[in-house]
């Protein structure tokens, strides 16, 4: 699904600023935007929030494997 690539993408995002944070104290998105309380910045933490609550239901899909595929159509 595309949300799925989207939300991860986000979250890959989020977790490259949540590093730089951690080593370099140093927050890319307050920067892009101009501070941590600028609407931006507070609209970029938000979607990686909500994408984080996305893709817990990820963990709890089941996924059809191409091989399982193949198996049920015999």
Not at 7 to 18: D, P, S, T, Y
Not at 39 to 63: D, K, M, P, Q
């Amino acid at each position: 699904m595309i949300i799925d690539r989207i939300a991860l993408l986000l979250l890959i995002v989020g977790g490259l600023n949540w590093g730089s944070i951690g080593l370099f104290q140093f927050d890319l998105v307050a920067w892009i935007f101009g501070g941590q309380d600028a609407l931006g910045a507070r609209i970029v933490y938000v979607a990686v929030a909500l994408c984080a609550l996305w893709c817990v239901s990820l963990l709890f899909r089941e996924r059809n494997t191409e091989d399982d595929t193949v198996h049920n159509i015999k």
